[in-house]
């Protein structure tokens, strides 16, 4: 008497189907993959804009307070090595980021730095001749802008 064994596999068609279910969910995760390797640059550009915003922001907070009234013209040349009051920097515009004596540093040309400094009565009861608002805007090498404000008051 021969006995009947029983044989098991995967049909052809089977085979197949799996396969494309398969490729379709590679090329979803791939491509999820893909974009956020792509951008994955961008928080890093975020916060190199902002370290450099503050370290604008506390050179500028930490020089002198000019005379009250509204902030005077840059005096003289030589650059910002020679800025030694608060509305100095008004107007200021680097093309790549500079240190307080004006050196270039390294890495980081493809960011612009500009400040606007002005009166301000913000501050409630305080006059504006005493109160001066800064505003650091860093534009980074994505075209992505952030900017960064402070107060400094003559007291």
């Known amino acids: 008497m021969l006995t009947q064994i029983k044989q098991s596999g995967v049909t052809l068609v089977e085979l197949v189907v799996s396969i494309v279910v398969l490729s ?16 994955s640059a961008d928080p890093m550009i975020r916060e190199q804009s902002i370290a450099i ?3 604008y922001l506390e050179e500028i907070s930490l020089s002198r ?5 509204s902030c005077p013209a840059v005096l003289g040349a030589g650059g ?6 608060i509305c100095h ?3 200021l515009s680097d093309s790549g980021a500079f240190d307080q004596n004006g050196n270039a540093i390294t890495g ?11 009166n301000s009565s913000n501050l409630g009861s305080l006059a504006s001749a005493v109160t001066l608002r800064i505003d650091v805007t860093v534009t980074g ?6 900017s960064l404000s ?6």
Do not use: K
Request: proline residues 2%; negative net charge; without cysteine.
């Open 141 to 146: 090498p994505t075209n992505e802008t952030f």
């Open 24 to 39: 379709v969910a590679v090329v979803g995760v791939l491509s999820a993959l893909g974009t956020l390797v792509g951008r």
């Open 65 to 69: 307070f000019a005379s009250a009234g």
């Open 53 to 55: 915003a503050e370290a």
């Open 89 to 91: 920097y008004d107007g």
């Open 108 to 118: 980081l040309t493809d960011f612009n730095v500009t400040v606007s400094v002005n």
């Open 80 to 85: 910002r090595a020679n800025f030694n009051a």
């Open 150 to 155: 402070g107060y400094r008051t003559n007291y």
